[in-house]
Structures are given as structure tokens and as C-alpha cells.
């Protein structure tokens, strides 16, 4: 199986200011059919996981423009250009380039 | 607008059997595969088995295969989880989670609210 590991695993943040986060994978994500299956997550305190960003870098629909991915291969970054309370929660990358999806252990983000 | 709706969650003994199912409206649901998801209390998310649209490729996590069994039935628009075996570390909240209808092809863009099992004595 695809090992996800997150960094960090926590991170406050001051409102207005960026956030980072780091995700690395023990294979390529890069499938034959030219696509990286790479995703990211926010799960609130009490909600299931909602959907920020698919294949790396591409925002589902209603995500806000702050939020932006990038990366390629094994190495992908989320980053949040201006952090509000509402983005308090965890964190997590996935990857579905194997039918069994593997997800990395989750960032929390907290609001300083 | 998608909906997901799992229910048939609660508490069951050790060795015990659950099923779950998944209601799922506003796609059509015969033509995409979905999956289930679970949550242990406090825990990250563990992917638990994948169904194909029409129910004849499946795949399960190690940590159940041989316990639990993934189904569905596309005529009433549902998924099930039958549950087998229970262990104490299955306690978990179970989601259901579905592709994207439509466009870019996003395999787990929806999510259910997902139903408790608590297994203990």
C-alpha cells in the first residue's frame, strides 16, 4: 500500500496569515493516463471530510481561491495564502491512484 | 445536489454482526462506483472497500477482508456494508463516498454524514 505522511501535524495560525502543508507519498502518484491522483481534505470539528482540492491543484466547486495545491510525483503542498477562523480543522492528503485509497495521519489547524 | 444518507450504526457485541447502507440520491447511481470510508474516535480516516457501478470489481482494506462484505443495489439507489465478526478496533463512524456526477472525474468529492458503530461488551 501508498504511505501518506503528513507534515506538520499541527499548526496555529494568525487570521490573515499563510499556512503550509506538506504531504509526501512512498510511490508516484503520476498514473499512465497522465494524471496525478492526488487530494486534499478539511474535516471541521464534527463534519465529514469536505472536498478542497483534486488531481493536485484543481479546487472543487465552492472551495475559496485561498486555498491552492501543488506538487508532482511524491511531493505536494496545500497551501491556504490567508487563513480565516472558518479553516479551522484537520487536514488530510489522499490518493486514489490505487483503487484502495490511502490517506496521510492528518494536519490540525488551529487559529492562534 | 448529491445526498448520501448511512444509516444502520449502533452498539454490538464483540463477534457480532452489522449492516450498513447508504441511500444516495441526485446522481445517478448506476454509473459510479462508490466507496466506504471509516473514522475511529479521535482517529484519521481508513479507507475500508470499494464496489465498481455494477457491483462485479471489489476491493477491501486487509484489516477487513474476509469480515465484511461491500454490496449494492442500483435499482433501489443503495449501498450496504455487512459487517461480520466485529472487533472492538472497528469501532468507528462509517462514511459512504461517492464520485462527482458529471465533468472532472473526482472519486471521493461527497461524503455522507456516516453512521457510529461501537463494538463492545
Known amino acids: 500500500d501508498i504511505v501518506m505522511t503528513q507534515t506538520p501535524l499541527s499548526l496555529s495560525v494568525t487570521p490573515g496569515q499563510p499556512a503550509s502543508i506538506s504531504c509526501k507519498s512512498s510511490?508516484?502518484?503520476?498514473?499512465?493516463?497522465?494524471?496525478?491522483?492526488l487530494y486534499w481534505y478539511l474535516q471541521k470539528p464534527g463534519q465529514p471530510p469536505q472536498l478542497l482540492i483534486y488531481e493536485v491543484s484543481n479546487r472543487f466547486s465552492g472551495v475559496p481561491d485561498r486555498f491552492s495545491g501543488s506538487g508532482s510525483g511524491t511531493d505536494f503542498t496545500l497551501k491556504i495564502s490567508r487563513v480565516e477562523a472558518e479553516d479551522v480543522g484537520v487536514y488530510y492528503c489522499?490518493?486514489?491512484?490505487?483503487?484502495?485509497?490511502?490517506f496521510g495521519q492528518g494536519t490540525k489547524v488551529e487559529i492562534k | 445536489e448529491v445526498q448520501l444518507v448511512e444509516s444502520g450504526g449502533g452498539l454490538v457485541q464483540p463477534g457480532g454482526s452489522l449492516r450498513l447502507s447508504c441511500a444516495a440520491s441526485g446522481f445517478t447511481f448506476s454509473s459510479y462506483e462508490m466507496n466506504w470510508v471509516r473514522q475511529a474516535p479521535g482517529k484519521g480516516l481508513e479507507w475500508v472497500s470499494y464496489i465498481s457501478s455494477s457491483g462485479s470489481t471489489i476491493y477491501y482494506a486487509d484489516s477487513v477482508k474476509g469480515r465484511f462484505t461491500i454490496s449494492r443495489d442500483n435499482a433501489k439507489n443503495s449501498l450496504y456494508l455487512q459487517m461480520n465478526s466485529l472487533r472492538a478496533e472497528d469501532t468507528a463512524v462509517y462514511y459512504c463516498a461517492s464520485p462527482q456526477p458529471g465533468g472532472d472525474y473526482v472519486p471521493g468529492a461527497n461524503w455522507g454524514q456516516g453512521t457510529l458503530v461501537t463494538v463492545s461488551s
Open positions: 489522499m490518493q486514489s491512484i490505487q483503487f484502495t485509497w490511502t
Open positions: 510511490q508516484s502518484l503520476l498514473h499512465s493516463d497522465g494524471k496525478t491522483y
